[in-house]
């Protein structure tokens, strides 16, 4: 069974930058799609950014412009980079991979 670790979160001011990570283990492939999601306090989890086993990548449209995800195939690892980060994007984000999710990281935005 696929074992995904989310780390990277913490408090960042509006304007800056923090970068997540996503690790896997357990799994038997070589190259695996991410997703990543958030969920905001009252709101439903949202899916913010994906990367295809073919490197094919898709953001959504709040975050198209800032937010990178990239992947590390040697280390079974995807990340999130986020640039000009808003209070907006507080959350707690969570990678998927095959269905399963991680336990999530804390992102806060704010001055």
């Known amino acids: 069974q696929v074992h995904l670790v989310e780390s990277g979160g913490g408090l960042v001011q509006p304007g800056g930058s923090l970068r997540l990570s996503c690790s896997v283990s357990?799994?038997?492939?070589?190259?695996?799609?991410f997703d990543w999601y958030r969920q905001a306090p009252g709101n439903q989890r949202e899916w913010v950014a994906g990367i295809s086993r073919g490197g094919d990548r898709n953001y959504a449209d709040s975050v198209k412009g800032r937010f990178t995800i990239f992947r590390d195939n040697a280390k079974n690892t995807a990340y999130l980079r986020m640039g000009n980060l808003k209070p907006e994007d507080t959350a707690v984000y969570y990678c998927?991979?095959?269905?399963?999710w991680g336990q999530g990281t804390q992102v806060t935005v704010s001055s």
């Open positions: 357990g799994g038997t492939d070589s190259f695996y799609a």
């Open positions: 998927s991979v095959e269905a399963n």
